[in-house]
């Protein structure tokens, strides 16, 4: 085989290969026909994870809180069942979230699991549940008892419960500390009859091509 | 003696220039093999029906996923200026959870694109710290308008968080106006702001306005055009920023018998300037040296190739006498197998060198968001719930106001316990 041939063969034999991966038209595009639908449990962690407050936080605390609550005196031997109503939880930490979500669930829990040992006032609902009322007063609808008594139920106790959050930025990654805490007050003496809390600690690095 | 061997053909004694041409035709093919960045499907070109937010949409379905972010935010800010909240919002939850999700989320195109052979801009795009702080920025002012101030305050914190691990001390976590809303936002949910107005009143010389709870109208204005990124360095390794300062210096609103001045709190160009180098910028600054590095020794190796390929053949001319004792000069023509092996050898490592330098991406990624402003600037105000008539007005760098940019409005100021959250800008889109 002379020079040329040689440097033909050669030549050619690098170039096929390269030039072939250059023809694969989805070259460096990861899961080109998509990845399909994972279900995950709630309270188990994703592959799409942060620092932030998110569902596996989620469950864990308000489990946690549910349990708590339902093994206080005020509650478990209550000789008549406590009417609770949910105060809005305050978030003094850095991630914006839906706040209501922590209260719902452990709302959700203690009704589902606390055997009727305690009960909630719809507060929520106070405009419709007047307005009702209003129409019946004014014999607009029909009413099942007299609509002048009031029947609207007093709290015994308010549940509500705080976010708060510490962070740092360095070049080393993020670490992010949030507590969680939540308090049954007496309505009636001001006193914290139950407080808890829950602390997650998360740290992470973004890749270097983010720094 | 007689040299009876034929005199080689022209065709052999010049290997140099066919080797030079396989070399050529095999490194088109190489070069266009290795082209590291694919030809996306192509989509359906986007119709355009001149309404901003219907065309962004129609942007964001077409776009790739790694361009996701960066077309979210620019159609939340856009959507934000057309008063279109809901939009705005959506774009904005969802680039923040992206943003979120980021350290365990899109971390392989992130790899990817430290790699020697794929660019920077094939990451996800999540924007650069002062880009991710507006994003924060933006939602918090929504959260505010929905009657949310801790969820607005938890923004301004994600926000300042994020400029916090700037190189320098001097300008870490410096925007006046985050720790500004922090507080008030504390101040408002009857907690104590007072700690972080004092961290924003220490990163200004200007007199910072003291917390009022009872301001139900809060104001923020925004002017001039934001930084923009360009690709320096020899081989665009260097991610700089294009700063130009703003026509428009200062602005204010009246309302009524009232009148709030608004001068610049916080410098978006100055933001980004001040970030310092990136890790990023040393993965570039070393793909750079590897390319130079490779391309040198292509040169080298093609030329010593070339060298190499012309002294295969040497002509050697001496006289011999026939047997008549006639003397003539003969040229002969040796074969050297070393010089050939060396060709060979040089001409792969040349091409082989010249293909990785051509194949390596040094630019840094300058995808931006370039609807963003300048400068930032906030004002309360008391009014009573109801329409008022507004004028806004903004001024050049000589305190004239600038008559194209007037505005006049009417401010519906809400009759309820949330505060009425007014964004006004210079930026039409």
């Not at chain 1, 699991?113 to 609902?125: P, Q, T």
């Not at chain 1, 709290?155 to 990654?173: C, H």
């Not at chain 2, 109801?386 to 903004?394: K, P, S, V």
């Not at chain 2, 809400?414 to 210079?426: N, P, R, W, Y």
């Amino acid at each position: 085989m002379n020079t040329t041939s040689r440097f033909f063969t050669l030549a050619s034999a690098a170039a096929i290969p390269v030039f072939f991966t250059g023809c694969e038209t989805t070259q460096g595009v990861k899961n080109p026909s998509g990845v399909a639908v994972t279900e995950m449990r709630p309270d188990e962690k994703g592959f799409v994870q942060g620092t932030g407050v998110e569902s596996q936080d989620l469950v864990s605390v308000t489990d946690k809180m549910a349990r708590s609550i339902l093994g206080i005196p005020e509650i478990a031997r209550a000789q008549t069942k406590p009417r609770v109503v949910l105060e809005p939880v305050v978030n003094n930490t850095r991630f914006p979230l839906n706040k209501d979500i922590f209260l719902t669930r452990i709302r959700t829990q203690l009704n589902s699991k606390a055997a009727g040992r305690v009960s909630f006032l719809d507060r929520e609902m106070m405009k419709t549940l007047e307005r009702e009322r209003a129409l019946k007063q004014s014999g607009q609808v029909t009413a099942s008892s007299d609509p002048n008594v009031v029947e609207f139920r007093g709290a015994d106790y308010f549940l509500t419960g705080k976010l708060e959050g510490m962070s740092t930025r360095t070049s080393q990654g993020t670490s992010d500390y949030v507590l969680y805490s939540f308090r049954l007050t007496d309505a009636r003496t001001s006193e914290i009859v139950w407080e808890d809390l829950a602390e997650i600690k998360k740290q992470g690095l973004e890749d270097a091509a983010y720094r | 003696m007689t040299d009876s061997r034929p005199a080689p053909s022209s065709r052999e004694r010049r290997p140099s220039f066919v080797a030079l041409l396989a070399l050529s035709t095999a490194a088109l093919l190489m070069f266009a093999g290795c082209e590291t960045v694919p030809d996306r499907p192509k989509r359906p070109p986007v119709a355009r029906t001149g309404d901003p937010i219907i065309d962004g949409n129609a942007d964001l379905a077409a776009a790739p996923d790694k361009d996701r972010v960066l077309l979210e935010y620019r159609l939340g800010v856009t959507a934000l200026r057309l008063g279109n909240f809901e939009v705005a919002k959506a774009k904005f939850d969802d680039a923040i959870a992206r943003i979120g999700g980021l350290i365990s989320g899109p971390a392989d195109a992130a790899q990817r694109s430290r790699g020697l052979f794929t660019a920077e801009r094939e990451k996800v795009f999540i924007g650069e710290p002062y880009e991710r702080v507006m994003a924060f920025y933006y939602r918090g002012l929504l959260y505010w308008r929905d009657g949310q101030p801790d969820n607005a305050r938890a923004c301004f914190r994600s926000a300042q968080l994020l400029d916090s691990d700037a190189e320098s001390d001097t300008y870490k976590s410096d925007y006046v106006l985050l720790d500004y809303l922090d507080g008030l936002a504390s101040a408002k949910l009857a907690g104590d702001g007072s700690d972080a107005l004092a961290r924003a009143q220490k990163l200004t010389k200007t007199p910072l306005p003291p917390y009022d709870p009872e301001a139900n109208v809060l104001c923020f204005v925004e002017f001039g055009r934001g930084p923009r990124k360009y690709a320096a360095g020899e081989n665009g390794e260097l991610l700089r920023f294009r700063t130009e300062p703003s026509r428009i210096r200062s602005a204010t609103l009246t309302v009524g018998e009232q009148t709030v001045n608004f001068l610049p709190w916080d410098n978006l160009n100055f933001q980004a300037v001040t970030r310092g180098g990136r890790v990023m910028d040393h993965v570039l600054g070393n793909k750079a040296v590897f390319k130079k590095t490779t391309d040198t020794i292509g040169d080298v190796a093609l030329v010593g190739a070339v060298v190499a390929a012309n002294n295969i053949h040497q002509e050697r001319r001496r006289v011999v006498t026939d047997e008549k004792g006639r003397r003539r000069i003969v040229t002969e023509s040796d074969k050297s197998d070393g010089a050939e092996t060396a060709a060979i050898a040089l001409g792969i490592v040349g091409i082989l060198s010249k293909l990785a330098a051509a194949a390596t991406q040094t630019h840094a990624d300058v995808r931006m968001w370039d609807n963003l402003p300048q400068a930032l600037s906030f004002g309360a105000l008391r009014l009573a719930p109801g329409d008022q008539a507004a004028l806004l007005q903004f001024y050049d760098g000589n305190g004239q106001a600038v008559p194209d940019l007037a505005r006049r409005f009417t401010l519906a100021v809400a009759d309820s316990v949330k505060d009425t959250v007014v964004i006004l800008s210079e930026l039409k889109r």
